[in-house]
């Protein structure tokens, strides 16, 4: 059975809300070794990275992150990320297969073109999450945070029979 972008977007929007919803605020902000300083920083940049993903895939210029212009509040960030995992299954669902397959080329944040399928990008926006996710839940323990639930994708088909 083949997985569709759909089932993995939706994943996608499952996990990110659901780790979301673990980060307690005091956590928000505990400096620790990973690839961001604090989970703070490493949630701004999945929320980025989905932003900027989605303009490049909608043809809408990208010259900044999205989080450097946010003052908010760390829940109104996290938000705001989770909104940005829903567009992008509505987006995908106004879209025809030829789409998916349809080239983009792009100008990386350090000035780098590539080309890239929209289905590629798609997988990279889900998988790219997937590794912070995974990097968020280990500076959890490490912030002292025990009570944690699966974000695994096995445990979303369970749960969404």
């Known amino acids: 059975m083949e997985i569709s972008l759909n089932h993995f977007l939706k994943y ?3 996990a990110n809300t659901r780790i979301a919803a673990l980060i307690p605020d005091e956590a928000a902000d505990v400096e620790l070794i990973s690839s961001f300083p604090t989970i703070r920083k490493t949630l701004y940049h999945m929320w980025d990275a989905q932003e900027v993903w989605f303009n490049r895939l909608n043809g809408a210029p990208v010259n900044h992150w999205p989080s450097e212009n946010f003052n908010g509040t760390f829940n109104e960030a996290k938000e705001l990320f989770i909104q940005s995992s829903q567009k992008m299954i509505e987006f995908i669902l106004a ?3 030829s789409f998916f397959t349809a080239s983009l080329a792009y100008t ?3 000035g780098i073109t590539y080309t890239n399928t ?3 990008i798609l997988m990279h926006v889900c998988n790219h999450a997937t590794l912070h996710r995974g990097q968020i839940i280990t500076m959890l323990r490490n912030a002292g945070v025990t009570s ?3 974000t695994d994708m096995i445990t979303y088909f369970r749960e969404n029979k």
């Open 108 to 110: 990386n944040m350090k």
């Open 118 to 120: 929209h289905e590629e």
């Open 95 to 97: 879209k025809d297969d």
């Open 148 to 150: 944690l639930q699966s």
């Open 12 to 14: 996608n929007l499952w």
